[in-house]
């Protein structure tokens, strides 16, 4: 069965904005003929929440979403109270694991149910021909989720940007490879399906090859999904007789092994090299009962789709607690040259839901995980930086800085390079309520002016400026939607520059040296940026912009 949807967009003069929308649908006695009569209080209710209504304050980001909700729900008749429920209970769930009252891994679980893709879509389309309120092309598809079984027995998970763009995660696709497995305690009960036994006091090995990209690393996580130590790139010592590419530039034919362990034990007094203990659950009080441990790899050389690097997975090997192999698995290749790589087949249409949290002037957020006691798999090495935007206060968001330089793998410069500010960072757009990455790409794909400067202009495709080139400014894809959320991730969260631009966002003092560095983001509209371009967006909107010349 087809379960594809796509209904016909309203006229565009109807999507300017949700608020015009409704006041059009409730004097034109043709439509309101034609909905049902019991829905105009669910019309009603949708535009006092796009127009910023629903009390908010005090509660954690998701509680608020799950509130929003809760207003369409009371209004709801009943053809489409049932999936607005789902949708309420879903957020809600998702906020109850943020504070710690169910586990995360549960939560995950009814994110990727993919029947959630059906409940979106039935209520969009319920919203549009009661309401008259039509986001995008209006199609959705309920699907399959994407199998990320590997071709490596050792690496029993993949997961790319065509395999995982969905809930549970707000993922980075420009270039984001995961390669994962998860260790089950032998002392914990027998050994599910999926999972590799381990003895407590026993340890995992792995003996690989530094990856051809800007940044790798190990990332073992609890069954709370917190994170435990990383094992980077740059930290991994190389084997005898080869060189870590992150720490100096290797010479021609150079070998690049290193060898990187997982011990399922307490931490001792004298921590041995490349090494994670992941024995106790962060904090180091609980024992562990399984860990799930990733391999992620950004940026890679070989460019944004489903690849390793240029290398295979690193062999691993399973020791138990007398120092024996119990398992052995060889360095493989996940991807197959002349396979056609999985996609999902999920689709999320664009709910004409507002999200609470885009305020003006914008605020910003350096959480990873909407301020959850769960780490909830976030990349510990990374410094997030959020921002959201609306509609409702103009139909782009300008983002100025100084830009942090970078070595350009992709272009032969050595990630080893000396003098760069930083290793990496990205942008990525999304909406809350699909789950999913709209628009990522790396520092490199910014345009640069002459000061240093780089210029972000969020906007759908129809709002884009027509004077990008000509400002030096780029473009990054709002989406279909009413609002949304931009993210960076910067790498590493400790360098003082990053520290630093963080400490600014959230109030803090940052030396007149490192100011420009720090994102101001203001709300503007299109026909202004292109009569005074990212100085006259700063004015409107009383933003001192001499410190971003």
């Known amino acids: 069965m087809d379960r594809t ?13 949700v608020a015009l929308c409704l006041f059009v649908l409730f004097l034109n006695s043709a439509t309101a003929a034609a909905a049902e009569p019991n829905s105009a209080g669910l019309c009603l209710a949708l535009e006092h929440v796009n127009r910023g209504g629903v009390d908010t304050s005090g509660l954690a980001e998701l509680a608020g979403h799950a509130r929003q909700v809760q207003s369409l729900v009371d209004a709801a ?11 309420r209970d879903t957020f809600q769930a998702w906020a109850d694991a943020v504070r710690g009252v169910t586990p995360m891994a549960r939560t995950f679980a009814i994110l990727r149910d993919p029947e959630f893709a059906g409940v979106q879509g039935r209520i969009a389309d319920y919203i549009a021909k009661q309401c008259g309120v039509r986001l995008g092309d209006g199609k959705y598809n309920v699907g399959t989720l994407a199998s990320r079984e590997s071709r490596c027995p050792g ?5 790319n940007p065509m395999t995982f763009n969905h809930f549970p995660n707000l993922p980075d696709i420009s270039g984001g490879n995961y390669f994962a497995q998860r260790f089950w305690l032998t002392d914990s009960g027998p050994t599910p399906p999926g999972m590799f036994a381990v003895e407590p006091g026993g340890r995992v090995e792995f003996r690989g090859q530094y990856h051809r990209a800007r940044y790798f690393a190990y990332h073992p996580n609890d069954e709370d999904l917190n994170n435990l130590k990383t094992l980077r790139d740059i930290d991994l010592d190389p084997d005898e007789g080869s060189v870590n590419p992150f720490r100096e530039l290797p010479a021609e034919g150079s070998k690049n092994h290193y060898t990187a362990h997982l011990v399922f034990d307490r931490p001792p007094a004298a921590l041995a090299p490349n090494t994670s203990y992941v024995g106790a659950r962060k904090g180091g009080i609980k024992k562990t009962t399984w860990v799930w441990n990733m391999l992620r790899l950004y940026a890679s050389d070989l460019g944004n789709g489903p690849n390793t ?13 007398k120092g024996e192999v119990t398992q052995h698995y060889d360095e493989c290749e996940p991807f197959d040259p002349g396979q056609e790589h999985k996609k999902t087949d999920i689709l999320f249409p664009s709910l004409p839901i507002a999200d609470h949290r885009a305020v003006n002037p914008p605020a910003w957020s350096t959480s990873s995980n909407f301020d ?31 830009t942090l330089t970078t070595a350009n793998s992709r272009a032969g410069e050595p990630i080893s390079t000396p003098g760069k500010d930083v290793r990496l960072f990205t942008l990525c757009t999304y909406n809350i309520w699909s789950g999913s990455a709209r628009h990522c790409m790396l520092d490199h794909d910014l345009r640069v002016d002459g000061g240093g400067f780089y210029t972000l202009i969020v906007s759908e495709e129809t709002d884009r400026p027509s004077n990008l080139a000509d400002v030096a400014a780029t473009w990054i894809d709002w989406g279909p939607y009413l609002d949304g959320q931009l993210t960076y991730r910067m790498l590493y969260r400790e360098n003082d520059l990053i520290s630093r631009i963080a400490f600014g ?11 420009a560095y720090v994102p101001t983001a203001v709300a503007c509209n299109r026909a202004r940026f292109e009569k005074a371009g990212w100085e006259g967006c700063f004015k409107h909107a009383g933003v001192d912009a001499a410190g971003y010349r």
């Open 77 to 87: 008749p009943e053809p489409v109270v049932a999936d607005l429920v789902v949708l």
């Open 505 to 515: 966002l959230n109030g803090g003092f940052v030396p007149d040296d490192m100011a």
């Open 155 to 159: 690496w029993t998970s993949v997961g």
């Open 5 to 17: 949807f796509s209904t016909e967009l309203r006229p565009t003069a109807l999507r300017v904005s």
């Open 309 to 321: 690097g240029g290398v295979p997975l690193p062999a691993m090997k399973i020791y138990n607690a």
């Open 372 to 402: 959850s006691p769960s780490d909830t798999l976030a990349n510990a090495d990374v410094q997030y930086l959020a921002t959201f935007f609306s509609k409702r206060h103009g139909n782009i968001l300008v983002v100025r800085a100084r």
